[in-house]
């Protein structure tokens, strides 16, 4: 079946990069997205990428896609106290047409001053 | 400004009740979705339209109604056979992009809860 799994909890420093990780078991995924989610808010999408891709840049994101291992990871570079919140990954099952996402359970990404 | 908007944003309820939790798009996307999503278990799928007059349960459908009169409308009726009605409600648009993925953008939630 289709499953997401995130490690809970990273703590970094301010300053530092941060890496964020999830694997998935579709290999057939389409789509695969990085969320963002601060206290008390919605979603917010960071960016995604395409299951053909190997990485993919925006600004301090980073992506990074193993499609053999089925491994992706969210680099956050020079890491601000405001990128505290959950982070969850998602993908587009390949077997959907519906736009259904399945969700990890959500990093939850502590910046120390 | 484009965007979902769940209201209202606390609500309370006595067990035994239904409450409907609303949420309103005006980005014209097809596609409309309602997670429950609950500490440490990121987001559950309960119901999906993909379009007006149609919609499909999700993982964790039980308890739960929805309707879809309206493109712009999806409202949850969260039921009194809902055994644990408690929990943080997010309501998601999407429509195909132009390269094909369909990011979800969602509302601000509506954080129940039923004593």
């Known amino acids: 079946g289709e499953d997401v799994e995130q490690s809970l909890f990273l703590s970094v420093r301010e300053g530092d990069s941060s890496v964020i990780n999830c694997t998935y078991t579709?290999?057939?995924?389409?789509?695969l997205y990085w969320y963002k989610q601060e206290p008390g808010a919605g979603l917010q999408l960071l960016t995604y990428i395409f299951s053909n891709m190997d990485m993919k840049q925006d600004q301090r994101l980073t992506v990074l896609l193993n499609k053999k291992d089925k491994h992706l990871s969210l680099r956050i570079a020079d890491t601000q106290t405001g990128d505290s919140a959950i982070y969850f990954c998602?993908?587009?099952?390949?077997?959907?047409?519906?736009?259904?996402?399945?969700f990890g359970q959500g990093t939850t990404l502590q910046v120390k001053p | 400004d484009g965007g979902i908007t769940q209201s209202p944003k606390y609500l309370f309820r006595k067990e035994g009740q239904n409450v409907t939790l609303s949420c309103e798009q005006n980005l014209n996307h097809d596609a409309m979705y309602w997670y429950r999503q609950d500490p440490g278990q990121g987001l559950r799928l309960i119901y999906y339209s993909q379009i007006v007059n149609d919609f499909q349960k999700g993982d964790i459908a039980e308890g739960y109604s929805v309707s879809r009169e309206k493109k712009e409308s999806f409202p949850l009726t969260v039921t009194s056979a809902q055994k644990n009605p408690t929990a943080f409600y997010l309501c998601?648009?999407?429509?195909?992009?132009?390269?094909?993925?369909?990011?979800?953008?969602f509302g601000p939630g509506t954080r129940l809860t039923v004593t």
């Open positions: 998601a648009s999407s429509s195909p992009g132009l390269a094909g993925a369909r990011e979800q953008y």
């Open positions: 998602a993908e587009t099952p390949g077997s959907s047409n519906t736009g259904k996402l399945i």
């Open positions: 579709d290999s057939s995924s389409t789509y």
